[in-house]
């Protein structure tokens, strides 16, 4: 059966995701927006570069054509954000994306967007679970691929021009010509490389790129630009006297940044530097959106310019809707994805990676030395992230012991108060945090606590590890 979780639906190929269920999906979608009137507004739907991707998204596209809904294919592997653009701007009703994410390569999966090109947030993917479950055996209808496309149901488009064209419109592509930067890409075997290259070599950057095939295993890697996973970013960037190095993961919403020291910079501290940058440098204002497990020096970075930050439960869909509720110019998330006022409305890592080439163009100052300007003026603070496999039976009884008895280990520090918002997250009064929560896309329990000092940080972790028995 088709479940959704935080970023959208993702299951093991062969397993979970099979046709079958790509087409009950599918028909799922069909069977909505009949109901809904949308209908006749078409679908777009586009693919990246995992093992069936492709063959997946066709396989949909079938269902569509049998039940005479125009459905727009991207006919070659690309970015989310380009699905997310395509919807916001010729106003689709719906659009899908067949990927995975950041998921280990045995895993394949679709995420929806609804109008405005938006994450489906949880009461439309519980309206899509709905319409699957009252599918009747048989009642899935396909047409033969060919046949929809001579039809004229299917149709194949290449609509990446006009995403890049936008991004480009968006920056200040005059700065980055004059300052002759070097970058270094790693698309990790994903899809972003087209558009990074067109981007930077557009503005004059030397550019040069690894890790660029088409490889469905990711190189035997997690395709996540991680610290675990950059090394050979980190490498070549201090080898070859690189700017900046530039990472995405395997459907580019989410981005990784090595600096010109060959420091990974936390996807946190990627947050933090554009925010920085939006308000000091561009004069824009406005407050910020992170989700509950992401770094508190956002709010440092807001107070210090007399803004507010906002706090949502993990799950892009979230930060979005607040950017909307509160005129946020910026919102973000500590697994790397952020999206900036003015462009689509999700997750977008060609952005991001293109918006900061500007701010080294504009500054003229390198990564590290603005990184420790954002520090002096407004502290530092350190985060330690822990992840966690679990059975069912010892997710059950976490979940009894975190969100039901709601119970918590003796800690070192005064509690300021506890949250219970998306799992069990304890504010302390100096200003550190600790949250315990399960993934919406992993089967993993996170510990993340963010504090003054590393060594307090990993010693919060360390009590909580032995208060629920966990081992890494």
């Known amino acids: 059966m088709v479940k959704f979780g935080t970023g959208g639906w993702r299951a093991v190929i062969g397993d979970g995701f099979t046709k079958e269920n790509i087409q009950l999906l599918a028909q799922g979608m069909v069977d909505k927006m009949k109901s809904e009137?949308?209908?006749?507004?078409?679908?777009?739907?586009?693919?990246?570069?995992?093992?069936?991707?492709?063959?997946?998204?066709?396989?949909?596209?079938?269902?569509?054509?049998?039940?005479?809904?125009?459905?727009?294919?991207?006919?070659k592997s690309s970015p989310t954000p380009l699905v997310m653009f395509?919807?916001?701007?010729h106003n689709f009703p719906y659009g899908m994306m067949v990927t995975a994410s950041h998921n280990p390569a045995i895993y394949n999966g679709i995420k929806v967007f609804t109008a405005g090109g938006r994450d489906a947030d949880e009461a439309q993917t519980r309206e899509i679970e709905a319409y699957i479950e009252a599918i009747k055996t048989g009642e899935v209808s396909e047409v033969e691929y060919e046949v929809g496309k001579q039809e004229g149901y299917i149709e194949?488009?290449?609509?990446?021009?006009?995403?890049?064209?936008?991004?480009?419109?968006?920056?200040?592509?005059?700065?980055?010509?004059?300052?002759?930067?070097?970058?270094?890409?790693?698309?990790?075997?994903?899809?972003?490389?087209?558009s990074l290259k067109m981007i930077l070599m557009t503005a004059r950057c030397e550019v040069a790129t690894i890790h660029d095939r088409h490889d469905t295993l990711f190189g035997g890697k997690l395709p996540a630009p991680t610290a675990a996973t950059l090394h050979s970013l980190q490498n070549y960037v201090v080898e070859k006297n690189f700017d900046i190095g530039i990472a995405t993961d395997g459907d580019a919403d989410r981005i990784g940044v090595?600096?010109?020291k060959g420091n990974f910079l936390h996807p946190n501290d990627i947050l933090v530097?554009?925010?920085?940058?939006?308000?000091?440098?561009?004069?824009?204002?406005?407050?910020?959106?992170r989700n509950i497990a992401t770094t508190h020096m956002l709010d440092k970075v807001a107070e210090t310019f007399g803004e507010a930050c906002y706090e949502v439960p993990v799950g892009f869909k979230h930060i979005s809707a607040k950017m909307k509720e509160t005129g946020a110019i910026i919102g973000g998330e500590s697994s790397g994805g952020l999206t900036v006022q003015g462009h689509i409305n999700g997750k977008d890592g060609i952005y991001a990676a293109a918006l900061l080439v500007e701010m080294l163009a504009v500054t003229g100052k390198k990564l590290s030395q603005i990184m420790e300007g954002i520090r002096k003026e407004c502290g530092s603070i350190h985060m330690e992230e822990r992840d966690y496999k679990f059975t069912q039976k010892e997710k059950e009884e976490m979940q009894k012991i975190l969100m039901e008895d709601k119970l918590f280990p003796?800690?070192?520090?005064?509690?300021?108060?506890?949250s219970y918002l998306d799992g069990s997250k304890i504010y302390f009064k100096n200003g550190g945090w600790v949250i315990a929560r399960f993934s919406g896309t992993e089967p993993l329990l996170r510990i993340f606590c963010e504090m003054p000092d590393k060594d307090r940080a990993e010693e919060i972790c360390g009590i909580y590890e032995a208060f629920l028995g966990l081992k890494r």
């Open 258 to 260: 090595i600096d010109d």
């Open 37 to 75: 009137g949308a209908a006749d507004q078409g679908i777009i739907m586009g693919y990246d570069r995992r093992f069936l991707s492709k063959e997946a998204m066709q396989w949909a596209a079938m269902v569509f054509a049998a039940a005479h809904i125009k459905v727009y294919l991207i006919n």
């Open 156 to 194: 194949e488009i290449y609509p990446l021009n006009e995403y890049l064209d936008n991004i480009i419109a968006s920056v200040d592509m005059h700065a980055i010509r004059e300052a002759g930067l070097k970058v270094a890409l790693d698309p990790m075997y994903g899809v972003s490389e087209t």
């Open 273 to 289: 530097l554009l925010y920085y940058y939006l308000v000091k440098f561009k004069g824009w204002s406005g407050p910020v959106v």
């Open 86 to 89: 395509y919807v916001m701007r």
């Open 410 to 418: 003796e800690l070192p520090e005064e509690i300021d108060h506890v």
